[in-house]
Each structure stands twice: as C-alpha cells, then as structure tokens.
C-alpha cells in the first residue's frame, strides 16, 4: 500500500511539472520553491551552459557547449541568465539570449533511451543512442585510466542492447549507470594512451544522440592536420609593449605566420590558419570555422601581460585534463630558449580551450609587460625559434603517445 501512494505522488509531481505548473519545495527534478517551471530550448550560435553566476574577463566558468533545440526546464533569472535544472541536484545558468520559450510544447512526465549501436570510419569511432527528445548533455575526459564520461539529463535507461559492428579503433568498451533519477551516464574505455578528442551531438534527421571519438593520428608530423590560431586581430588589439607598445595583434600574426613556416619547412602537408592578415574575428566565428576543419589539433598563439613589471616567463594553457600532455611537452621545449617558466596553467576558461573535439594548446609566449621578455619577444630569431620549439613539442607529444 505504501508503495502504490508513493507511485501515486512522484506520478502526480511529474506530472504537475510537465504542465509547468508550481511544485513545493522537494518535488521532483525542476521544482523550485514553488516557482514556475517553463520549457525552453537552445537557441543562437554556440549556445553554453555555465556552473554559475561568476564572471570575470574571460566570461563565468562554462560546463558545456550545447546542440541547438535541447529541451530546458528553466526555473529562474538571475541578471541576464536564466537558471536551468538538470538533475535534483545541479542546476545550470545558461545566457537569457541562447533560449527560446516553447509555451506549444507539452513535455512528457518521463524520457526512455532505446538502444545503442557502435561503428567506425576512417577517422572516428561512433556511438549512437536512441532518444525521444533533445536532452542536456555534459562530457569529461577521465585519465588514468583514459575514459570519457558523457552525463545525459532527464532520461531514464529502457536500453536493453548495444549493438557492435566491426572493431573500433580507440573506444575500448562502452556501457552505462543510472546514477540518479533522471541523470544516465555513459561510460567510454580508451585504448589510447593519449585523449584525441570527441563531440556530442544530435542527429539533425533521427533522434539519436551521437558521440564521435576521434581517432589517433599518424605518429609522423608530416601527416597530421594543425590548425594555427594567431590571437587577436581587427578591432581586438590585445596587449602591448612595455616600452615598445608594439600591440599583440601584430606579434601573433607574425609568430603565427613563422610556425606556418616551420611547419612547412618540416613537411607538414596540411596546415590551417585562422587568420592570415589583420582582420577581426569572434571567438565563435573563430570556433564554427575550427569545427569544420576537424583538426588534428590546435595551437594558438598568445602574448601575456600584467600589471605587476616584475611577473614574466612563458607558459602554456590548457582547459581539459586529457589534453595537458600536449602543454606539458610543448612548454618544456619552450623552456630551452631560457626563458623564465610562468607555468603550466589547467581548467582554464579560455574560449578556444573549450572544445573537447581536438587537442588544443595556448601558448603564452612571455610577458610583453616585462622588459626583459619584452627584448626577447621584438628579437629578429625569436619567431622562427619560438616556431621551432612548438614543433619540437609537438613531435614529443606524437611520439610520447605511443
């Protein structure tokens, strides 16, 4: 008897909810101390979720980039963020312009995932589930082991099979937990002792969630995608000199411009630059064009600044743990040029260490604020020195892989 009344309350809360109607504190997933609960989906370019209200110059730190027309139950506002549930227990500040209110939707009092299957094709590994709906969505790298962990919101597991076809390249094994209700984890053992990198995406035609790992690429330089993003540019001038005032725009163009070089100069076949002249590019602008060349990985090119004359040295930056092998070498190749070590610098909230479907690496080449890197950053040999140890750690990088 007790069980049926307790089916009876969690039946009518969820239901109480998918009419978008108030619920008491302590209701299901998406109440909010008897607050409205209204229905939305992702909208705009690059739409992102944020852990909080914080903010600094390099925005409030994100959780995820998100598909477009992923369902929301936005709960409350805060300033110009609207908060979104995901689970009983973790909600999401998403900006009130990447969503739209859908007042025609009904949603259901519950989501079921169907089944899974697994493939490959000469560059990706696959794994595609079935979904009823445009859900949330957040992925982690793992290390130790390497393993990927892709948390899906407001679904409840009805898969009964995993279907596999042919072996795959990096995915070693695949399965799933319910952690909580409404809250399903799918778990992804690498082979590799390297993250490659990964996307999460819906299918534009079926209602299938997709996961797509990249594959390792060839161990000779010659043979891998780079792309090269010289930083700032237009209207974004960046830092400048101490006693040059030469602005940062200019050096990493030209830095950029001498690792093209080098990089051609050691055989590299394929090569992609963001910008090759002066010209203004948004960090979603710069990502868009970056997803669609599907690197094998990423450097970009930066020159650091503070207020402190004193503070110098070089430094590499990355936002996610299975990409910082690749900082690692680089900065100790950097390192051999003398230069003082500022540091190896994770989690951070850069907009082009965000993506998770390529290795990316931002070099802060030194302090442009302090004299003495000031004088080696205007040096004649620097560039193409500079663009010789980047290479080098990148030929540490492939070859530590393996």
Known sequence: MRKTIFQFVVYLSLFVIAQGQPVPNGGQPGASNGK????????????????????DRLGGAKMTYMDTGVLVKVVDSLNADYIISLADNLRAFVAKSSLRFDSSFKAKSYYLSGNWKTYRDERFDYITISMPEKLPYRGT??????????DLFGITSNTNWITQKGVLKEVRNTWFEQMENGVLR?????KSKMHWGYSVYYDSIASSLTIRIKHAPDKNIKNVLIAVDAGHGGDNSGAAGNTSSK?????????ATAFEKELKKAGVKKIFMTRTKDTSLSMPERIRMLRDTAPDLLISIHFNSSSVHTVKGTSTFYRHIGFRPLTQTILKRMMELGLAEFGNVGSFNFALSGPTDYPNCLVEVAFLS?????????????PANVAKKIRLGIQDWLQEAR
């Open 370 to 382: 302090n004299r003495s890197d000031e004088k080696f950053i205007l040096s004649k040999k620097s």
């Open 247 to 255: 602005l940062e725009k200019k050096l990493t163009l030209e830095y």
């Open 186 to 190: 799918v778990y992804i053992d690498l």
């Open 36 to 55: 409205k609960v209204r229905l939305a989906r992702t909208t705009g370019v690059l739409p992102f979720f944020e852990y909080g209200p914080g903010d």
């Open 141 to 150: 790298m793992q290390v130790n082991p390497n393993r990927l962990a892709i």
